[in-house]
């Protein structure tokens, strides 16, 4: 099978497209034909070595994928599978903790980390929202607790976690405030039902934050920056409010204690990877119910054949890490 690999990581021109073997799903597992697969910043990092994981030799890169049920082995013991040859079938957290990635033709994944696709939806949408979606879900709901009615605040409403940020939060009735870097990608969030979108180029924000919460202050502030800035986030905080912190492995930022915690706040940070099964699943459930709905729709910006995975890479690591801001929505891929 074609499959977009690395055999030592570096720079993108380190990923090989070429021919693997076909993997064979062991007991618990099902072989999947992949239809799509998405590119996260998690997936740059790996390859270019900044999050030291256990790596399968030759390591086939991403986390994401959508597709169909192609294979399932003979059941063993009590293991019966949940799925059945020609199901449609999404999932994330591959190419982590030792597991092998998603872009190739085939993979074999292990039947806790799927999700049934709902009807109507595509491969390239199920991939898009995969594991920006769980990401989302994880933060909003199972650390912050988030509420009908609460303000929410997050940054880069386009990004791709940001997206998700937006979008769930106003699926369960909640004011969202977010930011972007330009007028068209304003006008997206607003399509989504943003409350209260602001530029984070040109925008006095702590100002415009005020404004909006009127003397309430934000809920939960969902940060998807590298680089967070807690003085004015704290300041900006209401009583009890959560705050959300899920990047930025390096950022040792200034951190105000005394307001931190006579406002009541609390701090929850998570990566994704380390979430169980069961409750990615959770969010799993949640997203197949919005996608149907309607209520969530990831952002697709850009579609290239599997064999320009490294192009692929290149043009999320400008953006995520270089702030290009060329890029709007998800990167997916195609066998
Ligand atoms: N802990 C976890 O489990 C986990 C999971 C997923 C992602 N992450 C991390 O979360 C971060 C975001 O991931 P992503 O996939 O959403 O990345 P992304 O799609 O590249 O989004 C980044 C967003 O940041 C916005 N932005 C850039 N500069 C900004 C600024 N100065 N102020 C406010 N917003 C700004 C961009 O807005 P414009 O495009 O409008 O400029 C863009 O929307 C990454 O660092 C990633 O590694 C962590």
């Given at each position: 099978?074609?499959?977009?690999?690395?055999?030592?990581t570096?720079?993108?021109?380190?990923?090989?497209?070429?021919?693997?073997?076909?993997?064979?799903?062991?007991?618990?597992?099902?072989?999947v034909?992949?239809?799509?697969?998405a590119?996260?910043?998690?997936?740059l990092?790996?390859?270019?070595?900044?999050?030291?994981?256990?790596?399968?030799?030759?390591?086939?890169v991403?986390?994401?994928?959508a597709?169909?049920?192609?294979?399932?082995?003979?059941?063993?013991?009590?293991?019966?599978?949940?799925?059945?040859v020609?199901?449609?079938?999404?999932?994330?957290?591959?190419?982590?903790?030792?597991r092998?990635?998603?872009?190739a033709?085939?993979?074999?994944?292990?039947?806790?980390?799927?999700?049934?696709?709902?009807?109507?939806?595509?491969d390239?949408?199920?991939?898009?929202?995969?594991?920006?979606?769980?990401?989302?879900h994880?933060?909003?709901?199972?650390?912050?607790?988030?509420?009908?009615?609460?303000?929410?605040?997050?940054?880069?409403?386009?990004?791709?976690?940001?997206?998700?940020?937006v979008?769930?939060?106003?699926?369960?009735?909640?004011?969202?405030?977010?930011?972007?870097?330009?007028?068209?990608?304003?006008?997206?969030?607003?399509?989504?039902?943003?409350?209260?979108?602001?530029?984070?180029?040109?925008?006095?924000?702590?100002?415009?934050?005020?404004?909006?919460?009127?003397?309430?202050?934000?809920?939960?502030?969902?940060?998807?920056?590298?680089?967070?800035?807690?003085?004015?986030?704290?300041?900006?905080?209401?009583?009890?409010?959560?705050?959300?912190?899920?990047a930025?492995?390096?950022?040792?930022?200034?951190?105000?204690?005394?307001?931190?915690y006579?406002?009541?706040?609390?701090?929850?940070?998570?990566?994704?990877?380390?979430?169980?099964?069961?409750?990615?699943?959770?969010?799993?459930?949640?997203?197949n119910?919005?996608?149907?709905?309607?209520?969530?729709?990831?952002?697709?910006?850009?579609?290239?054949?599997?064999?320009?995975a490294?192009?692929?890479?290149?043009?999320?690591?400008?953006?995520?890490?270089?702030?290009?801001?060329?890029?709007?929505?998800?990167?997916?891929?195609?066998?």
């Amino acid at each position: 099978m074609k499959a977009a690999f690395i055999e030592t990581t570096g720079d993108p021109s380190a990923i090989h497209y070429g021919d693997l073997p076909q993997p064979t799903p062991q007991s618990g597992e099902v072989l999947v034909r992949v239809g799509s697969v998405a590119v996260n910043p998690i997936d740059l990092y790996i390859r270019a070595g900044m999050v030291p994981m256990t790596l399968p030799k030759p390591f086939v890169v991403g986390c994401d994928l959508a597709g169909t049920v192609e294979k399932i082995p003979e059941a063993t013991g009590n293991l019966r599978s949940r799925f059945a040859v020609g199901d449609r079938v999404w999932g994330s957290n591959q190419g982590l903790l030792g597991r092998q990635g998603t872009f190739a033709e085939y993979a074999a994944v292990a039947e806790e980390w799927l999700y049934p696709t709902p009807e109507g939806v595509d491969d390239k949408t199920a991939a898009a929202v995969a594991l920006v979606g769980i990401t989302a879900h994880l933060g909003l709901f199972r650390d912050a607790r988030l509420q009908a009615g609460e303000i929410v605040y997050v940054n880069g409403g386009t990004g791709g976690v940001g997206s998700m940020v937006v979008q769930m939060a106003k699926a369960v009735g909640a004011r969202v405030i977010t930011t972007v870097g330009s007028a068209d990608k304003a006008k997206l969030c607003q399509q989504w039902g943003a409350d209260c979108v602001l530029n984070y180029k040109t925008d006095d924000i702590p100002a415009r934050v005020r404004e909006f919460a009127r003397g309430q202050g934000v809920n939960v502030w969902y940060e998807t920056q590298r680089e967070p800035d807690f003085l004015r986030t704290v300041d900006l905080m209401a009583q009890r409010g959560r705050i959300i912190v899920m990047a930025g492995r390096q950022a040792q930022p200034l951190f105000p204690v005394g307001p931190f915690y006579v406002k009541g706040l609390s701090l929850h940070g998570f990566a994704m990877f380390n979430a169980t099964s069961t409750e990615q699943r959770r969010c799993a459930e949640d997203i197949n119910r919005w996608l149907k709905s309607g209520q969530l729709k990831p952002l697709i910006g850009r579609v290239f054949p599997m064999s320009q995975a490294a192009a692929a890479h290149q043009l999320l690591e400008e953006n995520t890490l270089g702030k290009a801001g060329t890029l709007h929505g998800k990167i997916v891929l195609t066998p």
